[in-house]
Each structure stands twice: as C-alpha cells, then as structure tokens.
C-alpha cells in the first residue's frame, strides 16, 4: 500500500487529504496528517473573533476528525526531502510521497518593541486579547493596524480588517493602516488597488503607504522615513517568513522561501511537494502569488491528482493554474469579490462591487469546506 504523509493541516494539507481521500478508499492509499495543533479554524475567524462578530469556537474542528486520515499531532523536528520523511517528536514517518504545507512563520521580535507594544492579529491565540483591548478603544482614540514585512498571507486581509473595525468603532475612532508597500494591494495592479483605498478613505480610514516599519515605542511606530505613527492601540500583521524546519531541510534560503514548480508544485525532490504559504510562486508581474487560503488549497487538489497518477503508474498531468478568488468584507454587511488569473501574462484581477449576496457566499466558503473535510 502506498502512504502519503502531509506535513501540516492548514488549508493545503486538508485539501491534499481530502482530495487523495476522494481518489483512493482506505485500503489503497494510507494518508498520514501531521501537525503540532489539534483543531483547525480558517483564518476568516481570527478577524471576527477579535471585532467581537462570531467566536472562534464555531469554527474550530478537531483534526482527529478529518475523513480517514491517520492524525499524528506533534511537532515536526526534522524534514529529510531525500528520504520524503519527517521526524515527529523523535519518531520518523516516511512515506512513497511528502507533501509539505506548513505555513508561514511569525516573528515579533523582528522589529524591536512590537512583542511588547502590539497585539499579533494573525495569530489566533491572540483573538480574545485584542477583543478586549479593541473594547477599549473610544471616541478620539488611535487604533493602526501595522504590517510590519512583505510579503504576508492574506494580502487584503489588513484592509477588511480596518473596514469591519470602523463599522464597530464608529467614525469617532481615527483607524489606519500602514504598510512598506506603495499601494494597498500590489499584485492586483494600482487601477484594482485603487479600489480598495477609495473604500478606506470613504469611510475615513488612512493608509500610510510606503512606511517600513523600523521600532515600535509606547505609544508610536517609527518608520525608516524617519517619520512616525501614534496610536492607542496597535494591531500588527508580522514580519513572516519561510518555517526553519525547511531552510535545514535545504529546500529554501535563509530569508527565502520554497520555490516548487509553478505548476507542479513538485520540489527538486521527486515525489516531495510544497504549497501554501511556505512557498514563493513567481508571476509575469515580477511579484509572486498571493499566500491565501484558496491557493493552498486549489495546490493540493492539483498535488493529490499527481500522487494518485502515479500510483497508478501514470503520468501525472494536473497542473495548477493559478487561478483564484476570495471573498474581502466591505463593511455594512457587504462583500467584495477578488477574481484573478495570476499566472497569465499579463496578471489579469479584479476586484467587484460590495453586495450582500458576496458575504453570504463567503459564509459558505466556510460552511462547505469544513463540512467536507471532517466528518460529523
């Protein structure tokens, strides 16, 4: 029997076990499921749960319960490519293929005073925290939302962020958000971005644009500009980086990222692959793609076909597009829709009206993939 071991259970590793679950029964293929945590919750929920709209318990699903997979929580001290094994908490599991989908990591140290001034709004953990500071947070006061390094997962997530805060806090509340880059979003181009900046700015909220982050002090972020930002409360998206689990590994550099094949996703290592956000796919623009959910998971649907092709001792032919969509919240019960076919020539993405009818498609987003991941 073949067995297929998926390093991570984010969006790409459940999608990868799903897809290969839909593929082959049980007896045919065995999939091993690694991760150090023991549930999963879509990232959408980080958001709501800290802006007090709906609890991250909602949306929590145990691992143990993803469709007939062989569940291993621990964590992952060594990943050996040659092999297609990792070492988990000391035992070694290899398989006839690897699939590597662990993520991206955060780093708050990165810049000085940002671990001790703001709050990590990209890690769950930090939900409740920042629920309770934001409830604090009154007419006249400061609230900034900081992204701290390029690239990062989610890219518009910063600027539903701020939007959705604003409806909460009321126009009293001067929120902004900052960021290296010189445009809100700038793989979808400046006319597509520009439409998310008049979305913030009709609603008063600032954009500092171009404004690296060099130190946070109490009360202030100073930038490389030598300008600054005061603020009352700080909200920051990290400085985040490839795992170093994989620059050991040698499948990426120190400050790089995994570079697979484009359409493949397959690494130099036959039968090792690697997607999500641990990954840099290089687009026509000279920016990479976006690291999103629906990426990592469109990824592993196309890595799950290669697997079972040849394991059936066929040549694999799925490839990935590169085309995608996510659902970005407007405010006032509305939703956008970004469609985008990124390995085109040109980038081809655009960004819709808000309606209502957008929300309710991302609610489903959630509802339809959790229910088609776990069981019960």
Known sequence: MHRVVIAGAGFGG??????????????????????????????????????GMASL???????????????????????DPAGRSLTVDGRAI???ALVLALGASQDMQAVPGLAEHGLNIWDREQSEPARLAIDQVVGGRRLLIGIFGMPYSCPPGPFEFALLAHDRLGPEVQV????????????????????????????????LAKRQPVAVHAGSVEFADGSSEEFDLLLAVPVQSVPDLLVA???????????????????????????????????????????????????????????????????????????????????GGRAVKVNGAFLADPVAVSISEPTSANLADKVEFERSRLAAWFAG
Request: hydrophobic share 45%.
């Open 14 to 51: 459940l999608a990868t076990a799903a897809a290969l679950r839909r593929a082959a029964a049980p007896s045919e293929l065995e999939i091993v499921l690694v991760d150090r945590r023991v549930d999963f919750v879509m990232g959408l929920r980080k958001t709501w749960a800290a802006l």
């Open 57 to 79: 318990a909602a949306g929590l699903r145990p691992l143990r319960r993803v469709r007939d997979v062989d569940f291993v929580e621990g964590g992952i001290e060594r990943v």
């Open 94 to 96: 290899d398989g006839d």
């Open 176 to 207: 902004s958000v900052s960021s290296p880059a010189p445009i809100a979003l700038p793989v979808v181009g400046p006319i597509e971005s520009a439409k998310v900046e008049r979305m913030l700015s009709d609603r008063g909220i600032r954009f």
């Open 249 to 331: 590994a040698g499948l990426a550099e120190a400050g790089g990222w995994v570079m697979p094949d484009s359409r493949t996703l397959e690494t130099s290592h036959r039968d090792v692959y690697a997607i999500g956000d641990c990954t840099v796919v290089p687009l026509a623009n000279g920016l990479a793609l976006p690291k999103a959910g629906i990426f990592a998971e469109l990824q592993g649907e196309v890595v799950a076909a290669r697997i079972i092709a040849r394991t059936l001792g066929r040549e694999p032919g799925a490839e990935f597009g590169g085309e995608g969509m996510c659902y970005v919240e407007a405010g």
